[in-house]
C-alpha cells in the first residue's frame, strides 16, 4: 500500500458545485496532515493544515478520521479559480519527511 | 518573515552536462530543507532532505547530488545529465522549531534535458 493515496481525477463541476477529495494514508502514527493547492506549473501553496479532528476556513473543510486513516477535503460553492490540482501530505519519520500523494484535480467549469 | 529562493527558473541543458541549483531561505534558522522532482503528469517525488549542515540524506540513488554548505542553502547537483532528468525541481524547508511540519516551496526550475 501507498504511503499516501489520493484519486487522481480529475473531477470536473460546475460552479456553485460542493466536491469532496478523500486521501488514505498508511502511517498510523502521523499527527498532522495537510491539504496543497499546485496551480499548473507552478509550486504547491499550503491550503489547510489538520491537527485534530478537522479544519474550516472560509468554503474549505478538511476532516480527519484517524481509525480509517483518511482526510477529506470539501470545497463548497466552488468558483472558476478553483481550478487546480490539490495535494495530500502526510509528514512522516521523525525528520518531519513531508510524504505527497499524486493529487487529485479539479476542474471548475462554468 | 520567512522566504526561501530558487533558481534558475527555467534550464535547458544538454544530455551529458553539469546541474547546479541553489535553494535558500531567508528569516530562519536550522530548516530542514527538502529536494523534490516533480515528472510531467505525476506526483511529487522525494530526493534528498537535509535537517543540518553536512548532513545529507538520499531517498532515491541516481546520478544526482546535494550538499548543504551553510545552514541556509541547499544545492542539487550533477556530474552528468540524463534525459531522465528532466522535470519541475522543488525546494522546500520546514521550521522544525515550532512543532508544526508545514512545509514551504521555492518557486521551482523547470529542467529539460535534451
Known amino acids: 500500500r501507498k504511503e499516501v493515496e489520493q484519486d487522481p481525477g480529475p473531477f470536473n463541476v460546475p460552479e456553485g458545485a460542493t466536491v469532496a477529495f478523500n486521501c488514505t494514508y498508511s502511517n498510523s502514527a502521523s499527527q498532522s496532515f495537510f491539504w496543497y493547492r499546485q496551480d499548473c506549473r507552478k509550486e504547491p501553496k499550503l491550503l489547510m493544515s489538520v491537527y485534530s479532528s478537522g479544519n474550516e476556513d472560509g468554503r474549505f473543510t478538511a476532516q480527519l478520521n484517524r481509525a480509517s486513516q483518511y482526510i477529506s477535503l470539501l470545497i463548497r460553492d466552488s468558483k472558476l479559480s478553483d481550478s487546480a490540482t490539490y495535494l495530500c501530505?502526510?509528514?512522516?519519520?521523525?525528520?518531519?519527511?513531508?510524504?505527497f500523494g499524486r493529487g487529485t484535480s479539479l476542474i471548475v467549469h462554468p | 518573515s520567512q522566504t526561501i529562493h530558487q533558481w534558475p527558473a527555467t534550464l535547458v541543458q544538454p544530455v551529458g552536462s553539469p546541474l547546479s541549483l541553489e535553494c535558500t531561505v531567508e528569516?530562519?534558522?536550522?530548516?530542514?530543507l527538502y529536494w523534490y522532482r516533480q515528472a510531467a503528469g505525476r506526483g511529487l517525488q522525494l530526493l534528498f532532505y537535509s535537517v543540518g549542515i553536512g548532513q545529507i540524506s538520499s531517498e532515491v540513488p541516481q546520478n544526482l547530488s546535494a550538499s548543504r554548505p551553510q545552514d541556509r542553502q541547499f544545492i542539487l547537483s550533477s556530474k552528468k545529465l540524463l534525459l531522465s532528468d528532466s522535470g519541475f525541481y522543488l525546494c522546500?524547508?520546514?521550521?522544525?522549531?515550532?512543532?508544526?511540519?508545514?512545509?514551504?516551496f521555492g518557486q521551482g526550475t523547470r529542467l529539460t534535458v535534451v
Open positions: 501530505v502526510v509528514p512522516s519519520g521523525g525528520s518531519y519527511i513531508p510524504t
Open positions: 522546500a524547508w520546514i521550521n522544525t522549531g515550532t512543532g508544526v511540519a508545514e512545509a514551504f
Open positions: 528569516g530562519t534558522s536550522n530548516p530542514n
